[in-house]
């Protein structure tokens, strides 16, 4: 790790963990292989390392951005990616693309007192997928007309995210992807 303290940067081979203050004035970068992370004031994950084709950057808690190092800075905006909580991207270094998607095992962001709130009873779909976004801070992208007339009862308890999507897709008959670091839920609805 190489710092510059005139500047908030960092040079990044390998693996760390950066909880960083906010500050809007001098945001704090990371470079790592062609990928510049940006940051405002958030704590997140990169992993670099010299022998693996990927660089890979996690976020925890509030929002980054990353691109390319070769974008010029008026194109940081439509070729880098935002991220915030639970969202990863990977730049492949030979081709220099960058995708989004959700990490391996997204993690509640709620406090263990607000988590107890999400115990439904005969509760619209739309309200459950409501408190899975409060819950992960993560979009559930579906079909409100399709799915209008679902009704559930369950507790947001020890399960992943992806084994209550199961479960919520066992009692409607649908099904997930997660696209784009979004979680897409298709089905036929509830009649």
Known sequence: VYE?????????????????VSDSLNP??????????RVL????????FHDIPEVKVEVNTGRVQVYPARVPSEDVKAEGLILTPNQQAVFSKSDQSLIRSLVNQPKVIVSEERLQTFIYTDTPLSQIFEGLEEVYGIKVIYDREKFQDCRINMSLTDETLFEKLELIGKVVEGR????????????????
């Open 4 to 20: 510059n303290e005139n500047r908030r940067e960092v040079r990044l081979e390998g693996e760390a963990f950066f909880k960083v």
């Open 28 to 37: 704090f970068y990371v470079y790592s292989y062609g990928l510049v992370t």
């Open 41 to 48: 004031g958030t704590s997140f994950r990169v992993s670099a």
């Open 176 to 191: 997930y992807n997660v696209i784009d670091g979004q979680v897409i839920f298709i089905g036929e609805g509830c009649r």
